[in-house]
């Protein structure tokens, strides 16, 4: 049986080694930046969070229990921040990841981006 890709970056150590720097970067974007920092306060918990959300995406152990729709639909999201965030994850992932996990994880984050954006604008799941 072949490794899971979450065991495959590391486990939740490997997923914040891409998470770290790129919050980090979205937290300074000119357009992503303030909606971010106006509605975390508590960026440790939120990478807490987040590094959950995707530990269950790539196949590990996770505590993480729903809710990725629903934070992001008060937020007034317009397609212009799917991309400035696709594009950040994906200078990140190429970054910090081995080559076939990056790959893996831009997909999944434009699988995730493509259902979030079309619940954010009213839009059913394809």
Request: aromatic share 12%; charged share 20%; net charge positive.
């Amino acid at each position: 049986m072949s490794a899971s890709l979450y065991e495959r970056l590391g486990g939740h150590e490997g997923i914040l080694k891409l998470l770290k720097p790129f919050y980090l970067d979205v937290r300074q974007h000119a357009v992503l930046g303030p909606i971010f920092n106006s509605h975390i306060q508590d960026w440790p918990a939120h990478l807490d969070k987040i590094t959950e959300f995707w530990a269950l995406q790539t196949g590990g152990e996770s505590r993480y229990r729903g809710g990725f729709a629903g934070a992001h639909l008060r937020l007034g999201l317009q397609p212009e921040h799917f991309q400035h965030w696709l594009g950040l994850w994906e200078f990140n992932a190429k970054r910090q990841l081995p080559p076939p996990e990056a790959a893996e994880m831009i997909a999944l984050a434009h699988e995730f981006g493509r259902r979030l954006f079309a619940v954010t604008q009213g839009r059913r799941i394809q």
